[in-house]
């Protein structure tokens, strides 16, 4: 079974390469280039069963779409990524930079998908 993943960073680059990566690992992709955009396709797709989401992004951060996410979806499995802070609110994180790999271990140690 295919998952659904939600991508979500203000960096059209990045959002690319995430969707490219977790494609090649099989899973569904649907993006975001904010968090008010995501709630609304969380809002709007019930497909969605993972949520990746950059820390840093102006307006609503990673942290506060996290969960706000989770109030909408509370089975929802979230994954943070950041480049520059550490873990805080008990979400899993991955650093970037990462390749692949790296993606694919996080994606199956934290929410046991694709």
Same mark, same amino acid.
């Given at each position: 079974?295919?998952?659904?993943?939600?991508?979500?960073?203000?960096? %059209?680059?990045?959002? #690319?390469?995430?969707?490219?990566?977790? *494609?090649? @690992?099989?899973?569904? $992709?649907? +993006?975001?280039?904010?968090?008010?955009?995501?709630?609304? $396709? @969380?809002?709007?797709?019930?497909? /969605? +069963?993972? @949520?990746?989401?950059?820390?840093?992004?102006?307006?609503?951060?990673?942290? &506060?779409?996290?969960?706000?996410?989770?109030? @909408?979806? %509370? &089975?929802?499995?979230?994954? *943070?990524?950041?480049?520059?802070?550490?873990?805080?609110?008990?979400? %899993?994180? /991955?650093?970037? %930079?990462?390749? &692949?790999? #790296?993606? +694919?271990?996080?994606? *199956?140690? $934290?929410?046991?998908?694709?």
């Amino acid at each position: 079974m295919r998952h659904t993943v939600l991508v979500v960073d203000d960096d %059209p680059d990045v959002l #690319d390469v995430m969707v490219g990566m977790l *494609q090649d @690992l099989g899973c569904e $992709t649907v +993006s975001a280039n904010s968090g008010d955009q995501a709630l609304e $396709t @969380l809002r709007h797709n019930n497909k /969605i +069963s993972i @949520l990746i989401t950059d820390i840093n992004m102006p307006g609503m951060d990673g942290h &506060e779409l996290a969960e706000r996410a989770r109030r @909408l979806r %509370p &089975e929802l499995k979230i994954l *943070q990524l950041s480049g520059r802070e550490r873990r805080r609110d008990g979400y %899993p994180m /991955i650093r970037k %930079p990462f390749d &692949e790999q #790296d993606l +694919s271990r996080v994606m *199956q140690e $934290t929410t046991g998908k694709c």
